[in-house]
C-alpha cells in the first residue's frame, strides 16, 4: 500500500500595495519617526492615537469621493442580518482627529496642538507611490472660532525642519490659498467652482493644455476663460511676486482679494527659509472639498513626476460635522512611506547593521551557561545593548553570526575571575577588559 502525499505547504503570495521592511530599513524608519517626533514636540505639539478603525459614518461627514476608498470591517462568518458593516479603516489622520476633538472638547486647552503618526488604509489601485497601508505624519492646530494666520506660515516651517533634518533630497513646499481660485473664478463668472477647482488640481497631471481643454469640454467655459484659468495656474514664484502677477490679469473680486493678502502674509512669514523651498504656487488647489483657505503640496524635486509627498490646508468648520461649535484648523500631513520608500527603491537611503545590538556575549566551548547569561545582564545593567549567544558552537561560527547582524563588539567572558577579552569586528583587535569597560 503506498503511502498518503502531504499535501503542498501553502505559498505565500506577496500583497501588492502594503509595505514590509527588512530589519536594516526598519531600523532606519524608527530613526526617522523618532526625528519626525522630536520636531513635533520642539515646536509644542502633543501626541494622540486613535483607533484604526472608526465608524463609516463618521468617515463619510466630510463628503467628497471618499467612499471609494474605504476598507469596511465585518466579520467573515457575520449572519446576513449583521452583513452591512457599522466601522471601517481610516483612510487618513485629519477626520479621526476631529472626531477626537468633538469628543474630547470640554478636556481640551486650545488652541489644540496635536500629533499623529499612524498607518492609513487606502483602497486604490497600487502603483509607485501609492499605496493601499501607509504611514502618514499629521500635525494640526484647531481653535475656537479662529485660528490664528501665523500658524499657517508656521507648519511649513516645521516641515521643512523635519524633510531638511531626514536628508530627502532636494525639496520644494508649494503653497497656495483656495480664496484665490475661488474669488478669481467668481470674478470670471464660472457658475461650478468646485469642479473647476477640482480640474485646476490635476495641473501637475494634465498640464496647461489638458487643463484649458477640460475647462472647456467638461464646464463648457468660453476658450477665453478657460485661458485665464490656466494663466493663473501658471504662476509660481519665490517670493511676493505673485501679488502683481494675479493683478494683472485684470480679475476683481473680495474674495480674491482676501486670498492674496492671506498668501502674502503666509509667504512672507517664511522669507528666512533657504531659496528654492518655499514657492507660491497658484497651481496648488488640494481637490478635497473641505479645504477653505491656506493648502499646501511638496514634492521631491529629484522625482517630479512623483506624488507629493506632504500636503494639507486649512478648513474653517471640519470639527462641526460632530459638534454644534465652529472650530476651524490647519494641518500638514507627511507621507513618511511614500518618501521612505522612492529613497529606498533608489538606492538613496542608508540603511544600517541589521540590529541595534552593541556587543555580543559569546558562548566559549565548554563555558557555564549561567556564567554567559550573569554576563550578558551586567553589561545590560550599565545600558549596554546585549545579546547573548545561546550555543556552545564554534568561535568563528559566533563571529560569524555578530558580523553578519552587524554587532560591533564580541566579548569572550572569563572563566573564575579572569578578565573578560573584547574582539573589535571592524579591526580584528582583542584584548583584555575589566568588569567597568564600555563599548565605543
Not at 532636494?170 to 480664496?179: A, D, E, H, L, T
Amino acid at each position: 500500500m503506498s503511502k498518503p502525499t502531504s499535501p503542498a505547504p501553502y505559498k505565500p503570495e506577496p500583497i501588492t500595495g502594503y509595505t514590509e521592511w527588512l530589519p536594516e530599513a526598519r531600523l532606519v524608519e524608527q530613526q526617522w519617526m523618532d526625528h519626525i517626533r522630536k520636531v513635533f514636540e520642539s515646536y509644542g505639539f502633543c501626541n494622540i492615537e486613535t483607533p484604526a478603525v472608526e465608524e463609516i459614518e463618521v468617515l463619510s461627514a466630510k463628503g467628497g469621493d471618499t467612499e471609494k476608498e474605504i476598507y469596511a470591517l465585518r466579520r467573515l462568518y457575520d449572519s446576513p442580518q449583521d452583513a452591512e458593516p457599522r466601522v471601517a479603516l481610516h483612510y487618513d489622520l485629519t477626520v479621526p482627529m476631529a472626531r477626537y476633538v468633538a469628543q474630547h472638547y470640554n478636556d481640551l486647552v486650545f488652541p489644540f496642538k496635536r500629533y499623529q503618526m499612524q498607518k492609513v488604509w487606502r483602497g486604490e489601485r497600487p502603483q509607485e507611490g501609492r499605496f493601499r497601508e501607509f504611514l502618514q505624519c499629521d500635525i494640526d492646530v484647531i481653535d475656537n472660532e479662529d485660528v490664528s494666520k501665523s500658524f499657517d506660515a508656521e507648519l511649513p516651517i516645521i516641515v521643512y525642519e523635519v524633510l531638511q533634518g531626514l536628508g530627502v533630497g532636494p525639496f520644494s513646499i508649494n503653497v497656495n490659498n483656495r480664496k484665490i481660485l475661488q474669488g478669481f473664478y467668481q470674478g470670471l463668472g464660472i457658475e461650478k467652482i468646485t469642479e473647476a477647482i477640482r480640474i485646476a488640481d490635476k495641473f501637475d497631471k494634465i498640464g496647461a493644455d489638458g487643463v484649458r481643454k477640460s475647462l472647456v469640454d467638461q464646464l463648457q467655459l468660453p476658450e477665453d476663460v478657460a485661458a485665464k484659468c490656466v494663466a493663473l495656474a501658471q504662476i509660481r514664484t519665490s517670493d511676493l511676486g505673485f501679488v502683481e502677477q494675479v493683478r494683472a490679469l485684470g480679475v476683481q473680486s473680495e474674495l480674491l482679494d482676501e486670498g492674496i493678502e492671506e498668501l502674502r502674509f503666509v509667504i512672507d512669514h517664511m522669507k528666512d527659509i533657504p531659496a528654492g523651498h518655499i514657492w507660491a504656487d497658484l497651481s496648488i488647489a488640494r481637490g478635497l472639498d473641505y479645504y477653505t483657505g491656506t493648502v499646501y503640496e511638496g514634492k521631491l524635486l529629484d522625482y517630479p513626476g512623483y506624488p507629493s509627498v506632504c500636503s494639507g490646508g486649512r478648513y474653517e468648520n471640519l470639527v462641526g460635522s460632530y459638534l454644534r461649535k465652529k472650530l476651524p484648523g490647519v494641518g500638514m500631513s507627511i507621507g513618511l512611506t511614500r518618501i521612505f520608500a522612492k529613497l529606498l527603491k533608489d538606492g538613496k537611503l542608508p540603511v544600517g547593521p541589521k540590529s541595534t545590538t552593541q556587543l555580543l556575549v559569546a558562548f566559549p566551548q565548554g563555558a557555564n551557561r549561567d556564567d554567559v547569561r550573569r554576563t550578558a545582564a551586567h553589561f545590560r545593567s550599565r545600558g549596554v545593548r546585549v545579546e547573548a549567544y545561546h550555543e556552545d558552537k564554534k568561535t568563528p561560527k559566533q563571529l560569524q553570526y555578530a558580523s553578519r547582524k552587524g554587532i560591533p563588539y564580541v566579548l569572550f567572558p572569563g572563566a573564575d575571575g579572569a578578565p573578560h577579552q573584547v574582539k573589535t569586528l571592524a579591526t580584528g583587535e582583542q584584548v583584555e577588559v575589566s568588569a567597568d569597560w564600555l563599548p565605543g
